[in-house]
């Protein structure tokens, strides 16, 4: 189950996923397996001062890269990003939380930073930043459980 909230300056998806911690850290940080659910689009190098490249095509049939740079990790339980579009003048930040949860992990992402956008745009930079984390982590979470402990 998904749970997304969001609010003006902050989004944040929880889901309880069905396999243990090391297996989700090594789907979300271990680039092979990013492949698998979020996309071969995706790269991260998942180390302090590591670059994370996505390329991916609008609505309107333009191509965006978002990138960021790993901040913050601490295996198997903290990964923290900056995230910008190329198009944007501020960059926001992105953290992944993975507890132990009795025979489950509970992951949370907060993807805050948003105050830094006129309100003109944020709401709706809000609401497809909402619906595209709640879909990733829904395929890292199917993913996850699907793979072989």
Known sequence: MIDSTTGTDRIVVCA???????????????????????????????????????RWTDAGGREVVTSGEVVRL??????????????????????????????ATRLTLEHSGWEAFPSSSREE???AHASGWSQHVANLAAYSARTPR
Do not use: M
């Open 16 to 54: 309880q996923i069905d396999a243990p911690r090391d297996r989700v850290w090594r789907a979300l940080t271990e680039e092979e397996q990013i492949a698998e659910w979020w996309g071969s689009y995706v790269s991260l190098d998942a180390r302090p001062g590591g670059r994370l490249t996505e």
């Open 74 to 103: 601490i295996a198997p339980r903290t990964l923290e990003l900056t995230w910008a579009d190329d198009d944007w003048d501020e960059s926001t930040r992105v953290l992944f939380r993975l507890e132990e949860a009795a025979d």
């Open 125 to 127: 930079l809000i609401r």
